[in-house]
């Protein structure tokens, strides 16, 4: 019996929405989403979101209905960790910057249909830009993972490579570590006040794009007997892939008394 994926369903459903021309700019975490596409499905690349976000509208507007835009990265004016290159690590945190977010979805099926699936509500403002090390920007990395403590997210953060840098090229990527809560996953109970892993090495410094790490993948080896142990793939510098080891501890130091659900203040 063949058993249909995620990626099967969530092409069914751009089918049943008449959503199978995709306009996009991909990164690597999309790729395997793109790769060997279904002949039914057309595939359109644009360089950059501004003009992938045009085509698509473009294309609504000429056939008078909605379209489709997979973007890797959509930032919007004064966003960019570039338009953030001159914020000082002591300015307080800003919640409007771009941050990571959390939704849900009903499990329900309603009559086989599986357009539901594209029906999410309940959106909470998980964790926004506070730590030195992540001072220009948050964002997602590898996917969330169950485990005993909760579910682990390895995010990555951007902050300057000195106070005075005014270049782009001057970024430095690192990735940290959020555990939120198993019942009630909008809830923060662990955040790394440090980087868990930066670019030290020489293949992270120097690159397609200097001073990167960027998770993008985690396994957890059941297959040595090893629940706590972590593998977790990252990019070097835009240019190789690296693996880096996490081995989770008994316990975890909690947050600071009196913080709240998106608190970002350690221990």
Same mark, same amino acid.
């Given at each position: 019996?063949?058993?249909?994926?995620?990626?099967?369903?969530?092409?069914?459903?751009?089918?049943?929405?008449?959503? @199978?021309?995709?306009? &996009?700019? =991909? $990164?690597?975490?999309?790729?395997?989403?793109?790769?060997?596409?279904?002949?039914?499905? @057309?595939?359109?690349?644009?360089?950059? !979101? $501004? &003009?992938?976000?045009?085509?698509?509208?473009?294309?609504?507007? %000429?056939?008078?209905? =909605?379209?489709?835009?997979?973007?890797?990265?959509?930032?919007?004016?004064?966003?960019?960790? !570039?338009?953030?290159?001159?914020?000082?690590? &002591?300015?307080?945190?800003? =919640?409007?910057?771009?941050?990571?977010?959390? &939704?849900?979805?009903?499990?329900?099926?309603?009559?086989?249909?599986?357009?539901?699936?594209?029906?999410?509500?309940?959106?909470?403002?998980?964790?926004?830009?506070?730590?030195?090390? !992540?001072?220009?920007?948050?964002?997602?990395?590898?996917?969330? +993972?169950?485990?005993?403590?909760?579910?682990? +997210?390895?995010?990555?953060?951007?902050?300057?490579?000195?106070?005075?840098?005014?270049?782009?090229?001057?970024?430095?990527?690192?990735? %940290? #570590? #959020?555990?939120?809560?198993?019942?009630?996953?909008? #809830? +923060?109970?662990?955040?790394?006040?440090?980087?868990?892993?930066?670019?030290?090495?020489? !293949?992270?410094?120097?690159?397609? +794009?200097?001073?990167?790490?960027?998770? @993008?993948?985690?396994?957890?080896?059941?297959?040595?007997?090893?629940?706590?142990?972590?593998?977790?793939?990252?990019?070097?510098?835009?240019?190789?892939? %690296?693996?880096?080891?996490?081995?989770?501890?008994?316990?975890?130091?909690?947050?600071?008394? %009196?913080?709240?659900?998106?608190?970002?203040?350690?221990?």
């Amino acid at each position: 019996m063949t058993h249909a994926t995620v990626r099967d369903a969530a092409f069914d459903v751009l089918r049943r929405l008449d959503l @199978t021309t995709i306009f &996009s700019n =991909p $990164g690597s975490t999309e790729v395997p989403f793109l790769v060997g596409m279904p002949e039914d499905v @057309t595939f359109v690349l644009g360089l950059h !979101e $501004g &003009s992938v976000v045009a085509m698509a509208a473009g294309y609504a507007i %000429g056939r008078d209905a =909605p379209a489709l835009a997979l973007l890797h990265r959509p930032l919007f004016p004064g966003t960019t960790p !570039e338009d953030r290159l001159g914020t000082r690590a &002591s300015e307080p945190p800003d =919640p409007h910057r771009e941050s990571i977010w959390i &939704s849900y979805r009903s499990m329900a099926v309603s009559g086989g249909v599986p357009e539901h699936l594209c029906h999410f509500t309940s959106h909470h403002q998980l964790a926004y830009p506070q730590a030195p090390w !992540e001072q220009l920007k948050i964002g997602g990395g590898a996917p969330p +993972i169950l485990t005993r403590h909760g579910w682990l +997210i390895i995010y990555h953060g951007v902050s300057a490579t000195s106070e005075q840098a005014t270049e782009p090229s001057r970024l430095r990527y690192s990735a %940290g #570590m #959020m555990m939120l809560s198993a019942k009630h996953p909008h #809830m +923060i109970s662990y955040r790394s006040a440090e980087p868990i892993l930066a670019p030290v090495l020489p !293949e992270d410094r120097r690159g397609a +794009i200097s001073d990167v790490v960027f998770p @993008t993948g985690i396994d957890r080896r059941d297959d040595l007997g090893q629940p706590d142990r972590f593998d977790v793939y990252y990019g070097m510098a835009d240019r190789m892939i %690296g693996v880096a080891r996490l081995d989770l501890p008994d316990t975890l130091p909690p947050l600071l008394e %009196g913080e709240g659900e998106t608190s970002a203040v350690f221990r």
